[in-house]
């Protein structure tokens, strides 16, 4: 009985040390198994690290590109900045002196067109008071006029008459026609014209460069204001060659004074000019004879 039992425990030691054995196999195989799932778990981790790895620094590699390209493109935009209000004040700098420039060649035309018209009427006073001269000269001739001949006396009155009362206008027309005249005239426009432009210079270097001046400006004439009063002085003192033509005139023909104060060229077209020019039945008075 005891026996059996021994035999039973026996059996039961051997059934459970053959399932220990089993089990035991079962948990080195579950170790090793556990060991190369960690070993691969490992792997797989070193490998998803050393991606992220890469990943990231492909990421901060993109990012510093974007970085760089970003600041390029403000340091481009700065730039294009810079050159627009450059371009913005250069534009605006020429408007301005363009503008200024106008302007005072406006002002200096203005002034130039008074002194002109008060030069003028000087010279016109002057010519008058040269011309009454002249005319107490002829008068004076009329009065030593030979009365001998009748018709002759009669010629001469009309041609008097015709002087006496177209003379001034005549002579002063004639004058001013001249090319003496015109020459000097156009001498004197030229010269004003310069020296205005020269007295505007100062004005535009003032918005310029404080360490330029006028010497460095190609169109400065320091001579303009000198050449401009030399003008004027040549004009004011200018001798009309027809009033000598007149002086030595004094002792010639009607006929003759009044060709020489025949108006020519292009003035002759106007009205007002040909209404003084003499006619043939403006020199003639008709002769009534008296009746038997």
Excluded at 164 to 191: F, R
Aim: net charge negative; charged share 25%; hydrophobic share 45%.
């Amino acid at each position: 009985m005891q026996a059996n039992w021994l035999k039973e425990t026996d059996a039961e030691t051997a059934s459970l040390k053959a399932q220990l054995s089993l089990k035991e196999a079962e948990a080195a195989k579950a170790i090793r198994i556990y060991g190369q799932v960690s070993v691969v778990e490992a792997v797989e981790a070193a490998q998803a690290t050393v991606s992220k790895d890469v990943e990231l620094a492909s990421s901060n590699a993109q990012v510093a590109k974007v970085t760089q390209d970003l600041s390029n493109l403000h340091f481009s935009c700065d730039v294009l900045s810079v050159k627009a209000s450059s371009l913005k004040f250069k534009k605006d700098k020429l408007i301005e002196t363009t503008g200024c420039g106008l302007r005072d060649e406006v002002i200096g035309y203005k002034l130039f067109k008074e002194q002109i018209k008060a030069m003028q009427d000087e010279q016109v006073k002057s010519l008058g008071d040269r011309v009454a001269a002249i005319d107490s000269d002829l008068m004076e001739m009329d009065v030593h006029m030979d009365e001998e001949f009748y018709p002759r006396c009669l010629t001469t009155i009309a041609e008097w008459r015709w002087i006496l009362s177209h003379d001034l206008k005549h002579e002063i027309m004639k004058c001013l026609q001249s090319p003496e005249y015109l020459a000097t005239l156009g001498g004197v426009i030229d010269h004003a014209i310069d020296k205005g432009m020269q007295d505007r210079l100062p004005t535009g270097i003032d918005h310029e460069k404080t360490e330029r001046g006028l010497i460095d400006i190609f169109a400065y004439n320091p001579f303009a204001k000198a050449d401009y009063v030399t003008a004027i002085n040549a004009l004011r003192a200018m001798d009309f060659p027809l009033l000598a033509q007149l002086e030595s005139f004094k002792y010639a023909s009607m006929a003759d004074i009044i060709d020489l104060l025949r108006l020519e060229g292009p003035v002759v077209e106007t009205l007002k000019a040909s209404q003084l020019q003499p006619l043939p039945e403006q020199l003639m008075i008709l002769i009534h004879q008296l009746e038997n």
